[in-house]
C-alpha cells in the first residue's frame, strides 16, 4: 500500500516562507511524477506545481512561479515544496500527489497552511 506522508504545513506571516515534505513510505514504488496541489475554503483544489522523477523537470501554475520551488529527494522518497513571500491568498491544505507509470495516482491526507495578513 503506497501512502504519502506530508509534513511542514503550519501559520505564517504575510511575506514569510514554509517548506512542505512529502515522503512516499513503499520504497519500491516507481512514480513518474510527484506534485502539490491545494484547495482553499469553498475552491475547488488547483494544481500548484509538478516535478518529473527521473529527469527533475518541474511545471508550476502561474499564480506561484518565482515564489514556490518543487524538489525532490530520491534517496529519501521525499518531495519538497519551498514556499516563499507567501501572502494570504495561498492559505489552503496543501496536498502531495503521486503519479505510477500506469497512471494511477496517489494521495497524501493533506497539510494546512495559512497565512496571515
Known amino acids: 500500500q503506497v501512502q504519502l506522508v506530508e509534513s511542514g504545513g503550519g501559520l505564517v506571516q504575510a511575506g514569510g516562507s514554509l517548506r512542505l515534505s512529502c515522503a512516499v513510505s513503499?520504497?519500491?514504488?516507481?512514480?513518474?511524477?510527484m506534485g502539490w496541489f491545494r484547495q482553499a475554503p469553498g475552491k475547488d483544489r488547483e494544481f500548484v506545481a509538478r516535478?518529473?522523477?527521473?529527469?527533475?523537470?518541474?511545471i508550476y501554475a502561474d499564480s506561484v512561479k518565482g515564489r514556490f520551488t518543487i524538489s525532490r529527494d530520491p534517496a529519501k522518497n521525499t518531495v519538497y515544496l519551498q514556499m516563499i513571500s507567501l501572502r494570504p491568498e495561498d492559505t489552503a491544505v496543501y496536498s502531495c500527489?503521486?503519479?505510477?507509470?500506469?497512471?494511477?495516482?496517489?494521495w497524501g491526507q493533506g497539510t494546512q497552511v495559512t497565512v496571515s495578513s
Open positions: 500527489a503521486a503519479d505510477s507509470y500506469s497512471g494511477t495516482r496517489y
Open positions: 513503499e520504497r519500491t514504488f516507481r512514480m513518474s511524477t
Open positions: 516535478i518529473f522523477w527521473s529527469g527533475g523537470g518541474t
